[in-house]
């Protein structure tokens, strides 16, 4: 059952995600991009990663892409102003060059033997329990980083987007 | 009583660094006491020093092999020394008369110092290496010291002219000198002279003969010595009489017991020693300028030298190095007198009478010309008596009778060229209608260093007669001497052919001047005469000769060098083309910064395919 | 477990060909977060495959960046909209040549 899930989502992950870079408006790319990241999400479970799903879904599609389209909803762009796009020469090139970089990186996978088999893992491998107490007890170090990093990025952000400083 | 050695190098080289770097800020006499005391500190010490040997640091070491800067002192060193200083002291003494007012003075004196020091190391030299350092050193001197009159373009000529010529020889001494290092490991004289033959050790012995060639100024490479008479008369005198031009005569001197071994090689010397005699003796016989006259003598009194060395006798080779280093000296020195007083006139054709005038300068030169031509009792006779003698003896014995006629003959027939030439040049100069300029006056240290020069020829054949050379050269004691010049295996026969060829000369001479005058003219027009007289009086168009085949190649050789490869080739196609290459592809590859963000990060993008390609290759391949 | 790297180097691909070939601001950031999203991905999947929670802490971490990074770069492309008035790359190509 876990495989049919798998692909079923794999298939829409990709399919958002292409979505995602070809829309001309971007509140379209931005909702495509959530339902990436719910698909993201439902494999995290999966893997048996039940408490990150959560934490990627608060977060991500939560926080990050809702501040996402306030900004968008603040630029407020007509249809003019979306920006112009390459020629189709051009874009030709990129796309070669994606499948050149998609290339590089699965064929090493695929030639590799030794990720074949997922070994069997405890129902509760992974929990908030379990991440909470190396959260402060190994990675303490780089929790509290984190928390000084996102002072600053607000400090930053409320700075930059004064209109007078 | 090294350290007595060590001074005689030092007191010339002291005189030459404090003249050179002080003597422009200080008064004449100052430089001339200085420039003065440094030939004759070193003659003293030449007297009192002991033989013995001395080195002084070691010079280069590469490889298990050292050289050092050694120097030697020997019976065949301290004639050279003796010589050198002496006749230096005297010349210097000279020169302070002969180049007041010249407004380089301190700087001539600078040079003769520095050349009497290169002089000594060269003969005091116990390897060939420091020789090497003195030979090229005199060399430089030499170059030095005729280009003293720089600002004449034909001076500086003449100056590299004598430089080039000497480097030629130079360029084989170095080969020669490379040759024996490679087989015998040492350049040490006492070494060299011990070694056994080996097939390569003929040629070395020619090639180092070359070297003395160049130096010593021996067909073919003599052509640098007339021309290098555009320097100070003194300088003539010191360099090109005296001194340097012996350096090769001492050299082939010093390595006798090398050459000995190769009668084949000695053969070559003798041969070339008495064909360069003979033939600039014919040529001093048309030359004009009076100083060329004499240096052509050099050329034909060296033949003579090497000749005696050549037959192995060391005696008869320094003793008339000596005597021709006095009455040579002397020559140069009253000529410099005659050009002095005539204000630079050296043409002996525009000179005449000046028996009356120039008394003191008179009779010097006859005392001069009467030694050279070898008339008894002055001291050329004696010593060219010991040279015909040797190699009458030596050669007829060792090598073929044919071969020792020959030499002999050469010479004796050189003795009478030698005769007419030096008469010539008294008759044509001394006697006749005086002019009526007005003579400069003569300064008394020039009066009085012709004086001692007069003095030593006629009498310092005494002087040279006590000396015993060491006991690893050949000893051909033909003669035993004491004060009463008593010889044991003269052949009167001999003697008296010699005596009549030097009076026959001075016969021709003064047969052609007074009475046969009107004959020898109108023979001279003639077709063969007029023929004769043109060879003789273009020298035998040698430089001429030497200008098509040496000259031109080179200057052709240059010119493509320099145009095609340096211009053309290197400057144009490689250089200039290369940058504006660089430039155009510059130019092309600026446009990658557009500014757009995209584009940056594609060129990353695509830089991480690159890496990711190159892991996995190297991982798997 | 390839199937898993292979969709999350596939989303890692469509993501830089969304950075390059897009010349809006906006969407050059959201396939940025794309990006990530795809290393997110393979961090849980080694992760679960060696049963160690490092990848899953390191997990947290770059959300933590990514959070911060959005931000930042939401309240430049502002900073930016302001003075150009427009959110298009090439009006922002002040760096040229």
Redesign the interface.
């Known amino acids: 059952m876990k495989d049919q899930l798998?692909w079923l989502l794999?298939i829409v992950?990709?399919l958002s995600?292409?979505l995602?870079?070809t829309?001309?408006n971007?509140i379209y790319?931005?909702l495509y991009?959530i339902v990436?990241?719910i698909s993201?999400a439902v494999?995290?479970v999966i893997?048996?990663?039940v408490?990150?799903a959560g934490?990627?879904i608060l977060?991500?599609a939560g926080?990050?892409m809702v501040?996402?389209i306030f900004?968008?909803m603040?630029?407020n762009?007509k249809p003019e102003?979306?920006?112009?796009?390459?020629s189709m020469k051009?874009?030709i090139f990129?796309?070669l060059?994606?499948?050149?970089?998609?290339l590089?990186?699965?064929?090493?996978?695929?030639l590799?033997n030794s990720?074949?088999?997922?070994?069997d893992?405890q129902k509760d491998?992974?929990s908030v329990n379990?991440?909470g107490s190396?959260?402060f007890d190994k990675?303490v170090l780089?929790f509290e980083l984190?928390s000084i990093?996102?002072i600053?990025?607000?400090l930053?952000?409320?700075v930059?987007?004064k209109?007078r400083i | 009583m090294e350290i007595l050695a060590v001074l005689i190098l030092a007191c010339p080289l002291a005189g030459f660094l404090i003249n050179g770097l002080l003597g422009r800020y200080c008064r004449n006499y100052f430089v001339s006491i200085i420039a003065c005391s440094a030939p004759f500190a070193s003659f003293i010490l030449s007297i009192v020093t002991p033989y013995t040997s001395a080195k002084i640091f070691e010079w280069i070491t590469v490889g298990g092999v050292s050289f050092d800067l050694a120097i030697k002192i020997d019976s065949i060193t301290q004639v050279m020394l003796l010589v050198i200083t002496g006749v230096g002291f005297i010349i210097h003494i000279y020169s302070i008369g002969y180049m007041k007012g010249d407004p380089g003075y301190w700087r001539y004196f600078a040079y003769l110092n520095l050349f009497i020091f290169l002089m000594l190391l060269l003969v005091m030299a116990d390897n060939l290496l420091v020789m090497f350092i003195g030979w090229e050193g005199v060399g430089l001197c030499s170059y030095l010291l005729i280009g003293f009159w720089y600002k004449d373009i034909l001076r500086a000529d003449a100056a590299k002219k004598a430089f080039i010529v000497n480097r030629v020889g130079d360029f084989f001494f170095i080969i020669g000198m490379m040759i024996l290092f490679s087989w015998s490991g040492s350049l040490n004289i006492s070494d060299i002279n011990i070694q056994t033959s080996s097939s390569l050790t003929p040629l070395v012995c020619i090639f180092l003969f070359i070297g003395a060639c160049g130096k010593s100024a021996q067909f073919p490479l003599y052509v640098w010595l007339p021309d290098a008479m555009a320097g100070p008369t003194p300088v003539s005198a010191l360099i090109h009489a005296a001194t340097m031009v012996t350096a090769g005569v001492y050299m082939v001197a010093r390595l006798l017991p090398l050459y000995m071994n190769f009668l084949g090689v000695l053969e070559i010397i003798a041969v070339i020693g008495a064909f360069s005699a003979l033939f600039t003796s014919i040529l001093a016989i048309g030359e004009n300028n009076i100083k060329r006259i004499l240096a052509y003598s050099t050329i034909s009194q060296l033949g003579f030298m090497f000749c005696g060395v050549a037959a192995g006798s060391i005696k008869a080779g320094f003793f008339h190095l000596s005597t021709h280093a006095f009455f040579k000296a002397l020559l140069f020195l009253t000529a410099g007198i005659v050009i002095h007083a005539l204000d630079g006139e050296e043409d002996i054709r525009k000179m005449g009478g000046l028996r009356k005038r120039l008394p003191l300068a008179f009779w010097a030169f006859l005392i001069g010309a009467l030694s050279l031509s070898g008339i008894p009792p002055f001291s050329g006779f004696f010593s060219k008596e010991e040279i015909i003698h040797s190699t009458y003896h030596i050669f007829t014995r060792f090598m073929s009778p044919a071969f020792g006629y020959l030499i002999t003959g050469i010479l004796l027939l050189t003795t009478f060229f030698t005769s007419v030439y030096i008469f010539r040049l008294i008759a044509i100069t001394f006697f006749g209608i005086p002019g009526t300029q007005k003579l400069h006056r003569t300064d008394f240290s020039m009066n009085f260093a012709v004086i001692v020069l007069s003095i030593l020829s006629i009498f310092g054949w005494i002087l040279v007669n006590r000396w015993d050379i060491p006991s690893q050269y050949p000893q051909f004691l033909l003669f035993e001497y004491d004060i009463a010049y008593s010889p044991v295996h003269t052949l009167p026969s001999l003697v008296a052919l010699a005596i009549f060829a030097s009076l026959a000369g001075l016969v021709v001479v003064f047969l052609s001047f007074g009475p046969l005058r009107k004959k020898i003219s109108e023979l001279l027009t003639t077709k063969i005469g007029g023929f004769f007289n043109k060879i003789v009086t273009n020298k035998f168009y040698v430089d001429e000769i030497y200008e098509y085949l040496f000259v031109l190649p080179l200057n052709m050789i240059a010119f493509v060098l320099w145009y095609i490869i340096d211009q053309v080739i290197i400057d144009t196609v490689l250089i200039n083309s290369s940058s504006a290459l660089l430039y155009l592809l510059s130019g092309k590859a600026r446009k990658i910064q557009t500014g757009l963000v995209?584009l940056a990060v594609?060129i990353v993008?695509?830089g991480?395919?690159f890496i990711?390609?190159l892991i996995?290759l190297l991982k798997h391949a | 477990?390839?199937?898993?790297?292979?969709?999350s180097?596939?989303?890692?691909?469509?993501?830089?060909?969304?950075v390059?070939?897009?010349?809006?601001?906006?969407?050059i950031?959201?396939?940025l977060?794309?990006m990530l999203?795809a290393v997110?991905?393979s961090l849980?999947?080694f992760?679960?495959?060696r049963?160690d929670?490092?990848g899953?802490?390191f997990?947290?971490?770059i959300?933590?960046?990514?959070?911060?990074?959005?931000?930042?770069g939401?309240?430049?492309?502002?900073?930016l909209?302001?003075t150009k008035k427009?959110?298009?790359?090439?009006d922002a190509s002040i760096l040229k040549e």
């Open positions: 798998f794999a992950s990709t995600a292409i995602v870079i829309r001309k971007p790319s931005a991009l990436c990241l993201l494999i995290f893997l048996d990663a408490a990150l934490f990627h977060i991500y926080a990050i501040l996402f900004v968008i603040l630029l762009l102003e979306f920006g112009q796009e390459f051009t874009k990129i796309y060059l994606c499948l050149l970089i998609f590089s990186l699965a064929i090493p996978f695929y590799d990720f074949k088999n997922m070994p893992a491998f992974s379990k991440l190396l959260l990675f780089p984190i990093l996102v600053i990025a607000i930053g952000a409320v930059l987007a209109r | 995209n594609a993008a695509l991480v395919v990711i390609a996995f | 477990m390839t199937k898993y790297l292979i969709l180097s596939l989303l890692f691909s469509i993501g830089v060909c969304g390059i070939s897009r010349r809006n601001i906006l969407i950031l959201m396939s977060e794309l999203n997110n991905l849980v999947t992760s679960r495959y049963l929670l490092q899953q802490i997990f947290l971490m959300l933590g960046v990514a959070a911060a990074e959005v931000a930042v939401l309240s430049i492309l502002i900073a909209f302001r427009s959110v298009d790359t090439i």
